[in-house]
């Protein structure tokens, strides 16, 4: 049994969150591989494609929308629609449940497309995730061109580090912790939060974002932001050598309420590099968060500092031999987290192994051992989007 288990683990996968979504492809009679190589990995196009609010100027089928007679109403002809199912089988030798079929371990209805000619919208719905039912999380309107500039604005759910890399893009099952931690009690971490965006990008490749967010999290709660502070979020990054470098840096700051009215305040900042090349893609990053008061303790209970800092890495290199018309990808990826406080460390390697069976279809071997547990972990299963 555990010779067939592995040999399954050796030659499927399962592909991760996809922002891809063949409703795109159906409206423009592209193929997937004009955006992603491969799916969901975002190529430059793809990324443009995205920016430009999922269009693409003066290539607009003439049937997309509807003749409404109304040159103020834009209408499309149909809502776009798609469907995005993930499976995959785990076995992790360590562990008392050894395999596991985690299928679907994500299920997802997702929309995307045009309100007008400057206003877009994007929008899945996740049906299940890991067995449960979790709702909505990318859910948004984003305008482009805003007063006849490269200023953009976009309102609603939204993944803080989006700027940085969408972590629905990732190759890996293994998520990017170094958005996803959080510290102690706090709510705080740079994954998803409602408020808003604006961007602004240079015309010597600079590109500016600043966000304004409720600074806890989408979590069940009974009103949508649990305390009267925001958090406020900074972006710059700089494109160079005809952008396949991107030199980039982040900075956050917010304040949070917990118990009996304790406050914690939380700092972010770090640097991140992006170099593309044909066959190669590396993404490198850190961040150091600093907590005031984690644990919301009183003075008097605890005379000592409350000050707790944790330091945050990724490193992710993908390799394709024959640049985006390979078939097959290779990922490595190191997931780290250093904190004074003890429970928020983290270390995790990964390897993973994709393999396109169609433009919509990924299958996919995955090993990641984690440094810190001594813990091993194998996945195997597949996506496909429709």
């Not at 030798?93 to 400057?118: Q, R, W, Y």
């Not at 805003?146 to 993944?159: E, K, V």
């Not at 390897?351 to 990924?362: K, Q, Y």
Request: hydrophobic residues 40%; glycine residues 8%; proline residues 4%.
């Amino acid at each position: 049994m555990k010779r067939l288990l592995l040999t399954l683990i050796g030659i499927t996968a399962l592909v991760q969150s996809a922002a891809a979504i063949p409703a795109f492809a159906r409206k423009y009679g592209y193929s997937c591989d004009v955006c992603h190589a491969p799916v969901p990995r975002l190529k430059a196009f793809g990324e443009e494609f995205m920016d430009n609010g999922y269009r693409i100027p003066d290539k607009e089928p003439p049937r997309a929308t509807i003749d409404t007679g109304d040159a103020s109403l834009l209408l499309q002809r149909d809502l776009p629609l798609a469907m995005r199912f993930d499976g995959y089988l785990g076995y992790r030798p360590n562990a008392a449940v050894k395999s596991d079929f985690h299928t679907p371990v994500a299920l997802k209805i997702v929309s995307g497309g045009n309100i007008s000619e400057h206003i877009s919208y994007y929008i899945y719905f996740l049906m299940a995730e890991d067995g449960k039912v979790l709702g909505l999380e990318d859910a948004y309107l984003y305008a482009h061109d805003l007063f006849g500039t490269p200023l953009s604005f976009s309102f609603g759910q939204i993944r803080i580090t989006d700027p940085v890399k969408p972590t629905e893009t990732r190759l890996t099952i293994e998520n990017y912790m170094i958005y996803k931690f959080r510290v102690g009690s706090s709510r705080m971490n740079l994954a998803y939060d409602r408020g808003f965006t604006l961007g602004y990008g240079l015309d010597f490749g600079l590109d500016l974002v600043v966000e304004v967010v409720n600074g806890n999290g989408i979590e069940e709660q009974d009103i949508f932001d649990s305390d009267k502070y925001k958090s406020f979020v900074f972006r710059a990054a700089q494109n160079l050598w005809k952008d396949k470098l991107r030199i980039g840096v982040l900075g956050y700051t917010g304040k949070e309420e917990g118990d009996g009215g304790l406050t914690n305040s939380v700092t972010y900042f770090g640097p991140d590099i992006r170099l593309r090349l044909p066959k190669l893609e590396v993404l490198l990053e850190y961040v150091r968060r600093t907590d005031s008061n984690p644990l919301f303790i009183r003075a008097e209970f605890a005379p000592m500092s409350f000050e707790h800092t944790s330091d945050a890495y990724l490193a992710e290199a993908t390799f394709s031999a024959k640049a985006d018309k390979s078939r097959t990808f290779y990922t490595f990826a190191y997931n780290r987290i250093d904190s004074s406080l003890a429970g928020a460390k983290y270390q995790t390697l990964t390897f993973n192994v994709s393999h396109m069976l169609r433009r919509n279809v990924r299958i996919l071997a995955e090993y990641t051992h984690d440094l810190e547990g001594k813990a091993h972990r194998f996945a195997a299963g597949l996506m496909t989007a429709f």
